[in-house]
């Protein structure tokens, strides 16, 4: 089975080639091939190419700074947007635009939208996510952040832990407890809070790679106006599952694509390293083939859900599930083939810890290396291998729900 699209969209993918020649240097061969801080500063130079022409928050509407593009046409940006190499935004834009962005567009009034969308587009915000806690990880209900309201103000107090691109924001959007007397998922408040005042405390964490992409952010009688509760207090659990559909769901439609680019890569050491011919190696390469096929598959269903409008939710978990644990097993053949290079790190490691290296990027031992170390972090981040079993078990199939400690 293979997607097909109309005439209209296709010309619609046509013009999207053409904005993307037009604007990528000539012989372009994807983020990858860059330089770290060549990276650096073309991504920030791109996404201003972006906002510029409607490309940053396609689907929204063209009156809260969208394109308002069709679900179609979003679906062909996404696509060759991937297939060129470049990305769709900057760092932050993932908690900006795809996360909250969307989310408000769902949950928030119409003042916050007119407020705060804007601002995420043109770059004046830039925000992180304040959701896990030392103490509420995969069990994210247990959020112990205390949110208590002073006047016009909520006083917030607590930690959050693991904040991607935490040291880059200005506003984080959090989950607190706005009434502790309820039960754990009914007293949390989705709260929109800006990060630049003395109650906040950012303190980057090293990674096992030796970047810091994630953070601590500690809450010191921090405040927020009163009417940046998003969807209505205490009804912060019903949002925040909202938001983390919106992270999964585009993921399973553009992932395939980047993980069948570094399968390519993958095929092209084998035969540099002259393993390709190996038994052992040829069966595991065939292995990562027919799973980035049924990745690909995957992303077909979420697409078409998509299409229809359906709203991601739950199913997001599975492809969450297949990408992380199957990302484990490819790098580990990749170092496998590297051999003893593999403890020599040298070129260019990846511009991010998470998911893929870039598009182009050279099959360095830095490389893989850093991709090989976070790809673990891939079963944890976003929601645990185990949480989404149970996900896909009790929300999904209709499994009874596992016995729970008071």
């Not at 998509?306 to 990302?327: M, N, Q, R």
Request: glycine share 10%.
């Amino acid at each position: 089975m293979q997607p097909t699209y109309s005439s209209e969209a296709e010309a619609y993918r046509e013009k999207v080639q053409a904005f993307l020649a037009e604007k990528l240097p000539p012989n372009w061969q994807g983020i990858g091939a860059l330089d770290s801080d060549d990276a650096m500063a073309f991504v920030e130079e791109w996404r201003s190419t972006l906002y510029e022409a409607n490309y940053l928050a396609p689907g929204w509407p063209a009156e809260y700074g969208g394109a308002g593009l069709s679900a179609t046409e979003q679906v062909i940006l996404a696509e060759e947007f991937a297939k060129a190499g470049v990305p769709s935004g900057g760092p932050n834009d993932v908690f900006g635009i795809q996360m909250l962005g969307n989310t408000l567009l769902l949950w928030g009034s119409e003042e916050q939208k007119k407020h705060y969308l804007p601002r995420i587009l043109s770059g004046e915000d830039r925000w992180c996510q304040g959701y896990s806690e030392p103490d509420a990880g995969s069990d994210l209900g247990n959020v112990g952040l205390k949110a208590e309201l002073d006047g016009d103000e909520w006083v917030l107090n607590g930690q959050k832990i693991w904040t991607s691109a935490g040291h880059l924001a200005d506003h984080i959007f959090t989950l607190a407890r706005t009434d502790p007397d309820a039960p754990k998922h009914k007293g949390i408040s989705f709260l929109l809070v800006p990060m630049d005042q003395p109650g906040i405390e950012v303190r980057p964490i090293k990674m096992i790679s030796g970047d810091s992409e994630f953070n601590e952010v500690f809450y010191t009688d921090a405040r927020c106006p009163k009417e940046n509760v998003v969807g209505g207090t205490n009804n912060g659990w019903a949002v925040a599952m909202s938001l983390l559909g919106f992270e999964r769901g585009e993921a399973a439609a553009t992932g395939p694509i980047r993980f069948k680019a570094e399968l390519d890569r993958l095929l092209e050491l084998a035969n540099e390293r002259g393993v390709a011919d190996d038994p052992v190696i040829r069966q595991r390469l065939a292995w990562c083939y027919a799973q980035v096929e049924v990745m690909k598959f995957l992303g077909y269903r979420t697409l078409t859900q998509f299409l229809a409008g359906h709203h991601p939710g739950p199913d997001g978990a599975i492809s969450k599930l297949f990408w992380s644990e199957y990302h484990k097993k490819v790098t580990e053949l990749a170092v496998d083939i590297l051999g003893a290079d593999a403890l020599v790190i040298e070129g260019r490691p990846p511009s991010s810890a998470f998911q893929t290296d870039d598009p182009g990027a050279a099959n360095s031992s830095a490389s893989w290396d850093t991709v090989f170390l976070n790809a673990r972090a891939g079963t944890i981040y976003a929601g645990s291998s185990q949480i989404q079993r149970n996900i896909i078990g009790e929300m999904i199939l209709g499994l009874p729900k596992e016995p729970r400690p008071n």
